[in-house]
C-alpha cells in the first residue's frame, strides 16, 4: 500500500489550500481514506474520513464546515479541500487508509489510537500565516 499526500503550502488566514491522496497498491474501493493533522509539539489528531465505497463523510468538529473531504475513485484520489484556513490549522497533514471506515472513523474521533491504522502516507506541511 502506498499513499502520496501532496499540495500543502504557505497561504494567508482566510485562504484555502486542497490536498490529495493518491493510492496505489490497494482495491481503491475496499478501503477508506483519512486526513490527519500534527502540528509542533502535538499529538497527531484526526480531521476527517471518507467511505470511497459509499461516500459517508466524517469531520471532526473544529474543521466542520471549512474542510471538505471527496473521493476520485477514477484516479484513487481522495482530496481534502480546507477553505477559510486558521493559523492553529498550521501542521504537517497525514493521509491514512483502513478497510473499514466504522474503524477509521473512530480512529479519526479519537476515542482509539493511530495504532489501529496500519498504511500511512508521508506528510505534506501546511503552514497558515496571521
Known amino acids: 500500500v502506498q499513499l502520496q499526500a501532496s499540495g500543502g503550502g504557505l497561504v494567508q488566514a482566510g485562504g484555502s489550500l486542497r490536498l490529495s491522496c493518491a493510492a496505489s497498491?490497494?482495491?481503491?474501493?475496499?478501503?477508506?481514506i483519512g486526513w490527519f493533522r500534527q502540528a509542533p509539539g502535538k499529538e497527531r489528531e484526526g480531521v476527517a474520513c471518507?467511505?470511497?465505497?459509499?461516500?459517508?463523510?466524517y469531520y471532526v468538529d473544529s474543521v466542520q464546515g471549512r474542510f471538505t473531504i471527496s473521493s476520485d475513485n477514477a484516479k484513487n484520489t481522495v482530496y481534502l479541500q480546507m477553505n477559510n484556513l486558521k493559523p492553529e490549522d498550521t501542521a504537517v497533514y497525514y493521509c491514512?487508509?483502513?478497510?473499514?471506515?466504522?474503524?477509521?472513523?473512530?480512529?479519526?474521533?479519537?476515542?482509539?489510537?493511530?495504532?489501529?491504522?496500519?498504511?500511512w502516507g508521508q506528510g505534506t506541511l501546511v503552514t497558515v500565516s496571521s
Open positions: 491514512a487508509a483502513h478497510e473499514a471506515f466504522g474503524v477509521l472513523r473512530v480512529v479519526v474521533v479519537g476515542a482509539v489510537g493511530i495504532g489501529y491504522v496500519d498504511h
Open positions: 497498491g490497494i482495491n481503491f474501493d475496499d478501503y477508506a
Open positions: 471518507i467511505s470511497t465505497s459509499d461516500g459517508s463523510t
